[in-house]
């Protein structure tokens, strides 16, 4: 018979990981850098062996585990310290971007593990609140830990608060962040969070141009001189174009009126050129090395869906690609989603990268109401993302 207050096993790890996919095991992956014992679980028995294959030939100690339910397999990575106790039960799910999945996941713990863990969502597409939902007996338990891909090059993650977070939950969140050594940007629950709600209008631009007459170097040499590590085109693939397809249904769902989805993703879905770590999507890889061109079948995608075969300027090219990101940021600030700019550059930094030496927001009072403003007046008929929203 089950207890009437279950609470989190002894011999488990206070971290739990659920999801053993690229996601899953680059979050693992950073826990294993900083030697915080954690547990690794997922459904599928084939990706927990492959994830005990990397981590033995880390040389890095684990051992079976099992769960509670018995539906999940598992293994736990490194031994826990005595100071571990000290710290809040958490569980960090990078399973299907599927709200019912996360709610099925979520309800089953906290029966399992107890009402005292918190409960991590790395969705990038979805609302906690959503994911919280009425099924839950404790759903300030819930909150969102969102990392960014390539995990090990991002200084932060996102801290993501719904409605009914308790505030020691998030504050938990934020010091397993700093265990971690990553910095945890705070904000509200909205579509997108932060950084992927100005970084969807960014990628699908940049797929928009390739099928107007802009090229990969164009927009490689548009986005370095931004500020970005790299180009949208490359990121992408960083992504993946799973990940992509949910995350710009989410951003075309919330605001139809500032986005035309690039037929350029699904396109890659149905190709199975699903990304990096599939070996392809935009670009080839090999042994995790990018091919100089974009793939032959991209190329051919690019006609497929070509629009004009117009020529654009490299500075044209720099702010069809930037000022959706400034227009995004405005708007999340006075939705209450961003407590300020500064936390937009933090964002914009940690989650993404951006290497300037000025803050980001910067690289806009740099260029002036005056061009930002022209550019709008200029572009905003031909482009969604161009269009500045009128808000209360």
Not at 19 to 29: H, L, M
Not at 197 to 220: F, K, V
Not at 236 to 256: E, N, V
Not at 266 to 291: E, I, N, T, V
């Amino acid at each position: 018979m089950k207890p009437d207050s279950p609470q989190w096993p002894h011999d488990l790890p206070r971290v739990l990981l659920i999801g053993a996919g690229v996601v899953g095991r680059a979050i693992a992956d950073a826990h294993a850098v900083r030697n915080v014992a954690f547990c690794l679980a997922d459904q599928s028995a084939e990706a927990i062996r492959a994830a005990a294959i990397a981590f033995d030939e880390a040389g890095l100690a684990r051992r079976e585990s099992s769960l509670p339910g018995g539906s999940l397999h598992a293994i736990t990575i490194g031994e826990p310290k005595s100071s571990d106790a000290t710290h809040a039960p958490i569980v960090i799910e990078s399973i299907v971007e599927r709200c019912e999945a996360k709610q099925d996941l979520f309800e089953m713990l906290q029966s399992e593990l107890g009402k005292t863990a918190v409960l991590c969502s790395n969705t990038s597409t979805l609302l906690i609140d959503e994911i919280a939902g009425q099924r839950l007996r404790s759903a300030g338990r819930v909150c969102g830990m969102h990392f960014f891909m390539p995990v090990h090059a991002r200084a932060a993650v996102e801290v993501v608060a719904g409605k009914r977070s308790d505030d020691d939950a998030i504050q938990a969140v934020v010091d397993h962040a700093s265990r971690l050594g990553k910095r945890a940007i705070r904000c509200q629950d909205g579509p997108g969070f932060i950084v992927n709600r100005m970084l969807s209008p960014y990628l699908n631009q940049a797929l928009l141009l390739l099928c107007r007459g802009a090229t990969e170097r164009q927009i490689e040499r548009a986005a370095l001189a931004y500020g970005m590590p790299m180009s949208p085109l490359e990121l992408i693939d960083w992504i993946g174009a799973p990940t992509m397809y949910h995350a710009g249904k989410a951003f075309t769902s919330a605001f139809p009126q500032r986005i035309d989805p690039s037929p350029m993703v699904p396109a890659l879905l149905k190709r199975k050129r699903l990304g990096r770590a599939a070996g392809g999507g935009l670009f080839d890889y090999q042994r995790g090395q990018r091919s100089r061109q974009l793939s032959d079948q991209t190329q051919q995608l690019i006609e497929t869906y070509r629009t004009d075969h117009r020529e654009f300027t490299d500075g044209e090219v720099l702010l069809l690609l930037t000022i959706p990101m400034w227009i995004e940021a405005n708007c999340l600030l006075k939705e209450g989603v961003a407590d300020s700019m500064g936390t937009v550059d933090l964002a914009m930094a940690g989650g993404l990268g951006f290497t300037s030496d000025a803050n980001w927001s910067e690289f806009f009072s740099e260029l002036g109401s005056e061009q930002i403003d022209g550019a709008i007046s200029r572009w905003q008929a031909e482009f969604k993302s161009m269009r500045k929203p009128s808000i209360k």
